[in-house]
């Protein structure tokens, strides 16, 4: 068995690998733009905003009053000019401002009697200015920016109507195992699939595409390998269970059999060190194949573990970095590995979860994240670790 890498040293790994054969970008409607990644800047079209803006109801005045009043301007028209000193253009709020307005006059602080408007405007500037939020052209957002529903409202008021993004990944899930049932009650050796159905959605959430699932797939190395062959139209292969070297284990044989090169085989962490991600290179493509353990709460730790940061440079995005939180209980370390252990959080404390064993999902069904407790260490009330969240 291969000695396994120290976990940080393995997410980089996989992130330099995903980086290396990052996928091509394409150019998508703002309305399919959810989730991806950009693959160009993000630069507004247009001053932001693009003429000056009423931030009120009330009256656009010119010089002193009181103000003979000269016209109306509503949101969406080309507001004329105010040419003379002493008149006044009723404005709505949103409505470009007439050249020549001086100031704008709330409704509510104003009186108007005989087609005359008076008031004391208020000394603070009650329009915005074009260029106020954003210069036409100007750089908003870098390539590797992740699209959110902000950013596609920022660039629909930017004046643009399509992004350019990484391609969404393509995932395919393999699920292997003889003893998975996919429905009715475990017995007599059987149990339920518990992963097919977890990791479709944790993929999904990570931005990929589930094209593809199939198990469980019979405990043979030719089902392996054409199972494996047959998922090749996907960017980013998962496999469940079968990572060990126990006698129905053919996870390693079959990427040998494939060709396959790892990037990583093993990692010094706890739960799931038989994680790998290996890489199947037909023609100008580049397949990766994240092996995750079989074991459902070790599965998922290398999903977060190693999964996440392949994603993220598959995508073009940034390397993903833990973040701090601070632990409410003590959390033991697992000697030479990194502990990933199970937590949820009560307001802005964090407690280690129960029933965490490796095959167990209870505890995570309940937990918010993971705590990264580094080898030789633990985790100690009051003080700081690492926080990975799940998708
Ligand atoms: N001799 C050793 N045996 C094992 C070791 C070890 O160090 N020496 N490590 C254990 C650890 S840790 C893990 S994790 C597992 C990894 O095993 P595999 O990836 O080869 O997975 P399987 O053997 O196929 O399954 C392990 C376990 O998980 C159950 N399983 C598998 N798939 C599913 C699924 N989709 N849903 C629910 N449960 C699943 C399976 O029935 C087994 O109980 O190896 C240990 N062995
Ligand atoms: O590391 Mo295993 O993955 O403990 O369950």
Same mark, same amino acid.
């Given at each position: 068995m291969s000695h396994p890498i120290d976990w940080r040293e393995a997410r980089k790994l996989v992130y330099a690998a995903g980086r290396s054969a990052q996928l091509p970008k394409?150019?998508?409607?703002?309305?399919?733009?959810?989730?991806?990644?950009?693959?160009?800047?993000?630069?507004?079209?247009?001053?932001?905003?693009?003429?000056? $803006?009423?931030?009120?109801?009330?009256?656009?005045?010119?010089?002193?009053?009181p103000w003979r009043i000269a016209g109306r301007v509503l949101a969406g028209?080309?507001?004329?000019?105010?040419?003379?000193?002493?008149?006044?253009m009723e404005i709505a709020t949103g409505a470009m401002v007439p050249a020549g307005t001086t100031a704008i006059l709330r409704v509510e602080e104003s009186t108007e009697r005989d087609g005359l408007v008076s008031g004391e405007p208020r000394s603070t500037k009650e329009w915005r200015e074009p260029g106020e939020e954003a210069q036409a052209q100007e750089e908003l957002f870098a390539a590797g920016t992740p699209v959110t529903p902000g950013l596609i409202g920022l660039a629909a008021a930017c004046g643009l109507d399509?992004?350019?993004?990484?391609?969404?990944?393509?995932?395919?899930?393999?699920?292997?195992?003889?003893?998975?049932?996919?429905?009715?009650?475990?017995?007599?050796?059987?149990?339920?699939?518990?992963?097919?159905?977890?990791?479709?959605?944790?993929?999904?959430?990570?931005?990929a595409q589930c094209v593809h699932r199939v198990g469980p797939i019979e405990d043979t190395l030719d089902a392996h390998v054409s199972a494996i062959e047959e998922a090749l139209e996907a960017d980013?292969?998962?496999?469940?269970?079968?990572?060990m070297h126990g006698p129905v284990d053919h996870l390693h044989p079959a990427l040998a059999r494939l060709g396959a090169k790892y990037v990583v085989n $093993?990692?010094?962490?706890?739960?799931?060190?038989?994680?790998?991600?290996?890489?199947?290179?037909?023609?100008?493509?580049?397949?990766?194949?994240?092996?995750?353990?079989?074991?459902?709460?070790?599965?998922?730790?290398?999903?977060?573990?190693?999964?996440?940061?392949?994603?993220?440079?598959?995508?073009?995005?940034?390397?993903?970095?833990?973040?701090?939180?601070?632990?409410?209980?003590?959390?033991?370390g697992r000697g030479d590995y990194t502990h990933l252990a199970l937590v949820r959080r009560q307001h802005d404390s964090w407690f280690p979860a129960v029933h965490v064993g490796s095959s167990m999902l209870r505890g995570l069904a309940g937990a918010s994240g993971f705590a990264v407790i580094p080898p030789h260490s633990q985790g100690l009330p009051d003080h700081q670790v690492d926080y990975l969240e799940l998708p």
């Amino acid at each position: 068995m291969s000695h396994p890498i120290d976990w940080r040293e393995a997410r980089k790994l996989v992130y330099a690998a995903g980086r290396s054969a990052q996928l091509p970008k394409v150019v998508v409607p703002l309305s399919e733009a959810d989730g991806r990644v950009l693959a160009e800047p993000l630069r507004s079209r247009t001053h932001l905003p693009a003429f000056p $803006t009423s931030s009120i109801d009330g009256w656009a005045v010119r010089a002193a009053g009181p103000w003979r009043i000269a016209g109306r301007v509503l949101a969406g028209q080309e507001a004329p000019a105010l040419n003379e000193d002493g008149t006044a253009m009723e404005i709505a709020t949103g409505a470009m401002v007439p050249a020549g307005t001086t100031a704008i006059l709330r409704v509510e602080e104003s009186t108007e009697r005989d087609g005359l408007v008076s008031g004391e405007p208020r000394s603070t500037k009650e329009w915005r200015e074009p260029g106020e939020e954003a210069q036409a052209q100007e750089e908003l957002f870098a390539a590797g920016t992740p699209v959110t529903p902000g950013l596609i409202g920022l660039a629909a008021a930017c004046g643009l109507d399509e992004l350019s993004v990484t391609r969404q990944p393509r995932a395919a899930l393999l699920v292997f195992g003889d003893e998975l049932l996919t429905e009715g009650q475990a017995g007599a050796g059987r149990i339920r699939d518990a992963l097919g159905p977890v990791m479709p959605s944790y993929l999904e959430r990570l931005g990929a595409q589930c094209v593809h699932r199939v198990g469980p797939i019979e405990d043979t190395l030719d089902a392996h390998v054409s199972a494996i062959e047959e998922a090749l139209e996907a960017d980013l292969i998962c496999t469940t269970g079968g990572t060990m070297h126990g006698p129905v284990d053919h996870l390693h044989p079959a990427l040998a059999r494939l060709g396959a090169k790892y990037v990583v085989n $093993t990692v010094a962490v706890r739960p799931g060190f038989p994680m790998l991600v290996a890489a199947i290179t037909r023609g100008e493509r580049t397949v990766f194949l994240a092996g995750l353990p079989g074991n459902p709460q070790s599965a998922v730790v290398a999903l977060v573990s190693l999964v996440v940061p392949l994603l993220a440079g598959m995508t073009g995005a940034d390397e993903p970095t833990p973040h701090p939180i601070t632990l409410a209980a003590p959390v033991p370390g697992r000697g030479d590995y990194t502990h990933l252990a199970l937590v949820r959080r009560q307001h802005d404390s964090w407690f280690p979860a129960v029933h965490v064993g490796s095959s167990m999902l209870r505890g995570l069904a309940g937990a918010s994240g993971f705590a990264v407790i580094p080898p030789h260490s633990q985790g100690l009330p009051d003080h700081q670790v690492d926080y990975l969240e799940l998708p």
